[in-house]
């Protein structure tokens, strides 16, 4: 067991510094850190001066050498923008974001395992066949699309309709300027909805055919013969190895999530990792965006080896093999 | 799979009915009870139409994306008005009605004919990308597969790179730095897409590797190139084309994404997603009508090129239960 962990952790580390050598790269390649005082300043020693003092005159390599040491080390530069430390301004936002994803997840978790269950249960059931067309609605789903048409129906039309003041949930934000009842599951509602569409989707349809998968093997079928009732065998012994490839699947989709909360953030205004990217984009925070960009992979990776190592736990067919 | 069973009509049908090989039977009636059976020989080819029009929902789907991609080719014959109408003559902000389906925008420009132009773009685009990243994905994969080793290790390990990354904020980066025209956004798109062909193609290269007929072009003297492209590639066009229509469902999604964003296509071009961006301010308005119709309709493509490709799955495949 420990070996297979040590192998696997093993095998992402010059993973890590490949895409550590590309993100540099490719950042440095397409912004430009002093684009904004090419613009901004009349002096004209202002942008060599610039230069010299961030290090944009040494050789690339140079240059990555010191970002990657200092990366490691947390100190990641300010921000142009805001003079901000730039890991001050990620550590903070990445906690914001980091509210949507367990909630989310929490909620897309239960709802696709239930759905998977009885689905695979109720094979082309009537409510199989609903479920089957939801999940497709769901993956075709623009996510951007589908939170205007949340704030649409949920926020304006029901205030429209019953003439409240207030709106049942907010679009906006993460905190209404003054206290309001059940303020924190107000503002994280219709967020936490948008990000589970397309989780629920993929995951119930994941988990509906890997519980088929289960439900016709030889070890089911021997506990249905010796006569457990099939609640039990379905739940039991069913339901307990079909989780597994879910579990791997799962703790990929957490780590893409990390980058992938941009629209639905922008949308709601949420102030997580996903519109601090688009605010650093947009202004040619290049100090912002570099960390960005390594820090999600950084998640990236590091939910890939999670799913990888839980497979070999959960599944120890897989670790000997 | 030919079945010679005098009498024995039903079970014969029954077997066609499976049609699993790629000989089925079918029963001739001669005379009163009396039964032949004549072996119908039937290309790969029939029985991947006989099994596709038999998927009701991908047929429709099919025919949806074939009455769309015509309305975008004859957008000017379908649409009653101008793209870029005359705006001293036209009523702003119009709701939904008979002389404006889809009501009419802030500057009175009518919706369905804004719809029906930017379906050019949108579903151009798809199409684009879809062709490119499959033939390239395709070309690399089967290299890849075929000849094993160092270009078979090269790939995986790129692709596994371009796993870790988070692609959506790259193809941000990347449409900020080289801008928002057609062509741009089609080349960025594909150079993020042609990897997942590549694995699936080397996948299917590498079990086509040990078949029979490949050995026996070997031994009868054919190039590499001969094979790969004669006798190997026809025989893994079903798992191209379904990844090449999910690649369309794809590049679709994400255009609409990136210029709903502004990252993506550009005014005065017209596309789905830009449509959105400029209307999001209708959100929570009574002009909510201007976002109704563009997701919709990418809604609608998306979905059933996805019904299309689970078509297209089952007729190539039916053994496979994804």
Redesign the interface.
């Known amino acids: 067991m420990v070996t297979f962990v040590v192998r696997r952790v093993a095998y992402s580390i010059p993973?890590l510094l490949?895409?550590s050598v590309?993100?540099f790269g490719?950042?440095r390649a397409?912004?430009d850190p002093l684009a904004r005082l090419r613009q901004g300043s009349r002096d004209p020693q202002a942008v060599p001066r610039e230069r010299a003092r961030l290090g944009l005159d040494k050789p690339l390599p140079t240059q990555y050498w010191k970002w990657l040491s200092g990366f490691v080390r947390g100190s990641w530069g300010d921000s142009f923008i805001t003079r901000r430390s730039a890991a001050q301004e990620i550590r903070a936002k990445l906690w914001n974001t980091l509210q949507l994803i367990i909630w989310g997840i929490l909620l897309s978790a239960l709802v696709a395992i239930a759905v998977g269950v009885y689905s695979a249960s109720r094979q082309y059931s009537v409510l199989d066949y609903t479920f089957t067309g939801l999940s497709?609605?769901g993956?075709?789903?623009?996510?951007?699309?589908f939170a205007?048409?949340a704030?649409?129906f949920l926020?304006?039309e029901p205030r429209q309709i019953f003439h409240l003041d207030q709106p049942i949930l907010y679009?906006v934000g993460l905190h209404s300027a003054t206290p309001q009842p059940f303020d924190y599951v107000r503002h994280l509602a219709l967020p936490v909805l948008t990000l589970s569409v397309q989780l629920v989707a993929g995951w119930s349809r994941y988990q509906r055919?890997s519980m088929?998968d289960v439900m016709s093997s030889d070890y089911i079928r021997t506990a249905r013969a010796k006569g457990l009732p099939r609640r039990k065998v379905l739940l039991k012994h069913g339901l307990r190895n079909a989780l597994i490839p879910l579990t791997t699947v799962m703790a990929i989709d957490i780590g893409?999530l990390?980058?992938?909360l941009?629209?639905t953030e922008?949308i709601f205004a949420w102030p997580g990792m996903g519109k601090l990217?688009?605010d650093a984009?947009i202004d040619g925070d290049t100090n912002v965006?570099l960390p960005?960009?390594m820090v999600?992979?950084v998640f990236?990776?590091g939910f890939?080896l999670l799913a990888d190592i839980l497979y070999g736990v959960l599944d120890p067919r897989i670790r000997l093999s | 799979m030919a079945i010679r069973d005098k009498g024995g009509a039903a079970e014969a049908k029954a077997a066609a009915a499976v049609g699993s090989g790629a000989l089925a039977s079918e029963a001739t009636h001669v005379g009163a009870g009396a039964t032949v059976l004549q072996p119908v020989a039937r290309s790969q080819w029939q029985l991947f139409r006989r099994r596709f029009f038999k998927h009701k929902v991908a047929v429709a789907a099919g025919v949806v994306l074939l009455l769309l991609y015509l309305s975008a080719i004859f957008a000017g014959q379908v649409t009653r008005y101008p793209l870029n109408p005359n705006i001293a003559q036209t009523q702003a902000q119009a709701g939904p009605s008979a002389s404006h389906w889809f009501g009419t925008d802030e500057l009175g420009r009518d919706q369905f004919t804004r719809i029906i132009y930017a379906g050019r773009i949108s579903l151009a685009i798809g199409l684009s990308v879809a062709v490119v990243s499959t033939a390239v994905g395709s070309l690399i994969g089967a290299a890849a597969g075929y000849f094993g080793r160092w270009a078979d290790q090269l790939l995986m390990r790129l692709t596994?790179?371009f796993?870790?990354?988070?692609?959506?904020?790259?193809l941000?980066?990347?449409q900020?730095?080289f801008g928002g025209s057609v062509p741009v956004i089609i080349i960025v798109l594909s150079l993020l897409f042609w990897q997942y062909i590549a694995r699936v193609v080397r996948g299917v290269f590498l079990s086509l590797k040990e078949k029979e007929f490949v050995e026996a072009a070997r031994a009868s003297g054919a190039s590499s190139w001969r094979i790969i492209f004669r006798h190997m590639l026809p025989n893994a066009i079903g798992p191209i084309a379904v990844n090449a229509t999910l690649a369309v469902?794809l590049a679709i999604?994400t255009e609409?994404?990136l210029s709903?964003?502004g990252f993506g296509v550009r005014p005065p071009t017209v596309s789905w997603g830009n449509m959105?961006q400029q209307s999001?301010g209708a959100?929570?308005?009574s002009n909510?009508y201007l976002?109704?119709f563009?997701?919709l309709f990418?809604?609608v493509t998306?979905?059933a090129v996805?019904?299309l490709g689970d078509g297209l799955r089952d007729a190539f495949d039916p053994q496979s239960?994804?």
């Open positions: 993973v490949i895409a590309l993100v490719f950042v397409t912004t497709f609605l993956l075709s789903m623009p996510v951007f699309w205007l048409m704030i649409q926020v304006y679009s055919s088929l893409a990390f980058g992938g941009i629209i922008k990217f688009l984009l965006l960005w960009v999600t992979a990236i990776i890939n | 596994d790179l796993l870790v990354v988070p692609a959506l904020a790259i941000l980066i990347a900020k730095k469902a999604l609409s994404t709903f964003l959105l999001e959100v929570g308005t909510a976002i109704y563009p997701g990418i809604l998306v979905m996805n019904f239960k994804h």
